[in-house]
C-alpha cells in the first residue's frame, strides 16, 4: 500500500518539530471553519480561511497547500461556482492526508 500522508519539507529539522505541530494544530482549526463556511455556502468566509491556509503553507515547508489553498481563494473570490467545489475538494483532500501523519 502507497503512503498517502504528507511530510512538511523541514520534517527532518529537529528545531523545527514544535512549529510543525503547532502548524498541524491550526491546519485541523482551519479545515474545520473551511468545512463550515463551505457547508454554509458562504465564499467570503470560504476566501478568507483559504488566504489563511495559503499564507502559511508554504512557510511551513508545505508548497501544494499553498498551490491548492490560492486556487481555492480565487475562486471563492470570482464566485467561480463549476470551480469553487473541485478546488474545495482538492484542498480538502490534502489536508486530510496531511493530518493523517500527525
Do not use: C, W
Not at 520534517?11 to 474545520?32: C, I, K, N, R, V
Not at 508548497?63 to 484542498?91: G, H, I, K, M, Q
Not at 489536508?95 to 493523517?100: F, G, I, V
Amino acid at each position: 500500500m502507497t503512503d498517502v500522508s504528507i511530510y512538511s519539507e523541514f520534517a527532518d529539522d529537529p528545531e523545527f518539530q514544535e512549529l510543525l505541530t503547532m502548524f498541524m494544530e491550526s491546519m485541523a482549526e482551519q479545515q474545520t471553519h473551511l468545512n463550515d463556511a463551505f457547508m454554509a455556502g458562504d465564499l467570503d468566509q470560504v476566501r478568507e480561511v483559504s488566504h489563511k491556509i495559503k499564507g502559511s503553507g508554504a512557510g511551513y515547508g508545505f508548497p501544494e497547500l499553498t498551490d491548492l489553498a490560492a486556487s481555492l481563494e480565487v475562486s471563492s473570490r470570482e464566485r467561480l461556482d463549476d470551480r469553487v467545489e473541485t478546488d474545495f475538494n482538492a484542498l480538502q483532500d490534502y489536508l486530510n492526508r496531511l493530518l493523517a501523519g500527525t
